[in-house]
């Protein structure tokens, strides 16, 4: 099996990246940055999120693990202490793989023929540097609402305890297939009018976000990476077709995770 070990960067995350290779190694293991079978992110949910994004094609062929050197996070559930364990799990036994939902998202802009298509693992918002956002929301193309506010979320059942938790958004168990729209601090009054509460979305759905002024700029953030984007004339969302693999060797309970993360004492 080939496989490849990111890391945070940090001297503790580096040597336990280090641990790891020599480890696998040493079973007979090929190490492989180009097309690993499984991939090893050392560090935290932010690492494994770059990580990701840098396999995002290969999904079909590779599968995703974490160990984490810092706070306990969603994505890295590996405690550093458990690397020779782990070790020996990955090279004796044939792991189980979990799918669980992406995010597609593509960019209409004026300027471009074709749009600008992207994979999201966590969310994708939409925000302005400078103003409100003000967009017509329609779903299946149909028109459900005119947004006006500070912007909004979209994102993934396994990205639903992220941002989109801080925005009061639900928490969706990643094993079902749905996107979730989350508001903004959104302008209502006698006026304006919006929803106001989270929309969860079946994969059967398509969401657009139709800007009123199609001469506005706009912040997309896909993830991690944030993208000054003008003359926007569609944004549209979707749960993707592609899935991403976690391989797991021992159980992975979301709702305790979700616990431990949010509302246990214990430390």
């Known amino acids: 099996m080939k496989f490849y070990v990111s890391s945070k960067g940090d001297h503790k995350s580096n040597t336990i990246k280090s641990i790891i290779e020599q480890y696998l190694l040493d079973f007979d293991l090929v190490l492989s940055r180009q097309e690993p079978d499984l991939v090893i992110s050392v560090g935290g949910d932010g690492t494994f999120l770059h990580t990701v994004h840098d396999y995002f094609h290969r999904l079909e062929?590779?599968?995703?693990?974490?160990?984490?050197?810092?706070?306990?996070?969603?994505?890295?559930?590996?405690?550093?202490?458990?690397v020779e364990k782990l070790v020996i799990e990955i090279a004796k036994r044939q792991f189980e793989i979990k799918e669980y939902p992406l995010l597609s998202m593509s960019i209409f802009s004026a300027n471009q023929k074709e749009p600008v298509e992207y994979l999201a693992l966590n969310e994708a918002t939409i925000k302005k540097i400078e103003g409100s956002v003000v967009v017509d929301v329609k779903i299946n193309g149909q028109q459900f609402e005119r947004f006006r506010g500070d912007g909004l979320c979209v994102s993934t059942p396994s990205g639903s305890t992220a941002y989109n938790k801080a925005l009061g958004g639900a928490i969706v168990h990643p094993s079902l297939s749905t996107m979730q729209i989350t508001e903004m601090s959104s302008i209502n009054n006698r006026v304006f009018r919006t929803i106001g509460s989270p929309l969860i979305l079946p994969s059967h759905h398509v969401c657009q976000f139709v800007p009123v002024n199609r001469d506005q700029s706009f912040l997309i953030t896909i993830d991690h990476i944030t993208k000054n984007v003008e003359n926007v004339v569609a944004l549209e969302y979707a749960v993707a077709k592609q899935k991403i693999r976690f391989a797991r060797f021992r159980p992975f309970p979301f709702w305790k995770r979700v616990r431990d993360s949010f509302i246990s004492d214990e430390r």
């Open 61 to 82: 062929e590779t599968a995703f693990i974490g160990v984490h050197t810092g706070h306990l996070g969603f994505y890295a559930d590996w405690l550093p202490d458990e």
